[in-house]
């Protein structure tokens, strides 16, 4: 099994900066993509920014040039830096990760439990 810890949401203003982290963790033998979705109020969820284990990246158009993904392959860790930040990235972002696992040596999916985001003065 493997399990997925968030960390970092919370209240900012407009204009603010927020960093969230998600630590992976169990029985992976290789941690590959890793990324960071969102869904807010009655919205499809979708993708905010996801990294190879290469450090290949990729962003939604709405986030380009203020979010900066990056991950610690020593830790398992992933963050996600946001800086000027808008309302409208009010939501629950999530974390995912398609790793390698034990015992069975197959690839699969894994998600996070969420932490909200608020933007709001």
């Known amino acids: 099994q493997v399990q997925l810890v968030e960390s970092g949401g919370g209240l900012v203003q407009p204009g603010g900066s927020l960093r969230l982290s998600c630590t992976a963790s169990?029985?992976?033998?290789?941690?590959?993509?890793m990324g960071w979705y969102r869904r807010a109020p009655e919205k499809q969820r979708e993708l905010v920014a996801s990294?190879?284990?290469?450090?290949?990246?990729n962003y939604a158009d709405s986030v380009k040039g203020r979010f900066t993904i990056s991950r610690d392959n020593a830790k398992n860790t992933v963050y996600l830096q946001m800086n000027s930040l808008r309302p409208e990235d009010t939501a629950v972002y999530y974390c995912?990760?398609?790793?390698?696992?034990?015992?069975?040596?197959?690839?699969?999916?894994?998600w996070g439990q969420g932490t909200q985001v608020t933007v709001s003065s």
């Open positions: 990294i190879t284990s290469g450090g290949g990246t």
């Open positions: 169990g029985s992976i033998i290789r941690l590959n993509a």
């Open positions: 995912s990760a398609v790793c390698l696992v034990a015992p069975t040596w197959t690839t699969q999916s894994y």
